[in-house]
T-cell receptor
Framework: QKEVEQDPGPLSVPEGAIVSLNCTYS??????FMWYRQYSRKGPELLMY????GNKEDGRFTAQVDKSSKYISLFIRDSQPSDSATYLCAMGVKIIFGKGTRLHILP | NAGVTQTPKFQVLKTGQSMTLQCAQDMNHNSMYWYRQDPGMGLRLIYYSASEGTTDKGEVPNGYNVSRLNKREFSLRLESAAPSQTSVYFCASSEAANTEAFFGQGTRLTVV
């Protein structure tokens, strides 16, 4: 079992919808969790950084961590075509990544 | 505001050739990382350096060596390139372990 699991998609949703992206992990020692966005042929850019359980909101983005279930989520409200990208979760001291979910927002 | 700078951006090597990928950060970060990204595989950690003078293996270290030259620079060396090392390589840095990492724009390496 990989330490971090993420559905690769692709996930297609209409513009304006709420998007939910998820990762599960196996190492209960993980305490720091990150979400990155990656556009084609670009480096990953940090979207959200959270510590331990709970929610964190930044504009249209909300990151949620449930340590008891070893499950993290990223919600995107009022999705835009410019949100079309690959979203990667990452965690741990060595910053282990999920495989990324390709998201398409349909105009 | 350069952040993390990787050189070169593109490289084609013949099997058996050697090369060094360079990475430098100007954020005074302690930790630095090298990843490779292949289609369908996500980002896989090759090596990381928690602080100047230390390095540690990641998930896929075979065929690579690293040098943490100083606090700013972390290089990745391929001693004898193989077609399986065709990939996009990303360098990243973070202030410390367990803090958010920032990435360079990548090096696209093709080994023929």
């Amino acid at each position: 079992q990989k330490e971090v699991e993420q559905d690769p998609g692709p996930l297609s949703v209409p513009e304006g919808a709420i998007v939910s992206l998820n990762c599960t992990y196996s190492n209960s020692a993980f305490q720091y969790f990150m979400w990155y966005r990656q556009y084609s042929r670009k480096g990953p850019e940090l979207l959200m950084y959270t510590y331990s359980s709970g929610n964190k909101e930044d504009g249209r983005f909300t990151a949620q961590v449930d340590k008891s279930s070893k499950y993290i989520s990223l919600f995107i409200r009022d999705s835009q075509p410019s949100d079309s990208a690959t979203y990667l979760c990452a965690m741990g001291v060595k910053i282990i990544f999920g495989k990324g979910t390709r998201l398409h927002i349909l105009p | 505001n350069a952040g993390v700078t990787q050189t070169p951006k593109f490289q084609v090597l013949k099997t058996g050739q050697s090369m060094t990928l360079q990475c430098a950060q100007d954020m005074n970060h302690n930790s630095m990382y090298w990843y490779r990204q292949d289609p369908g595989m996500g980002l896989r950690l090759i090596y990381y350096s928690a602080s100047e003078g230390t390095t540690d293996k990641g998930e896929v270290p075979n065929g690579y060596n690293v040098s943490r030259l100083n606090k700013r620079e972390f290089s990745l060396r391929l001693e004898s390139a193989a077609p399986s090392q065709t990939s996009v390589y990303f360098c990243a840095s973070s202030e410390a372990a367990n803090t958010e990492a920032f990435f360079g724009q990548g090096t696209r390496l093709t080994v023929v």
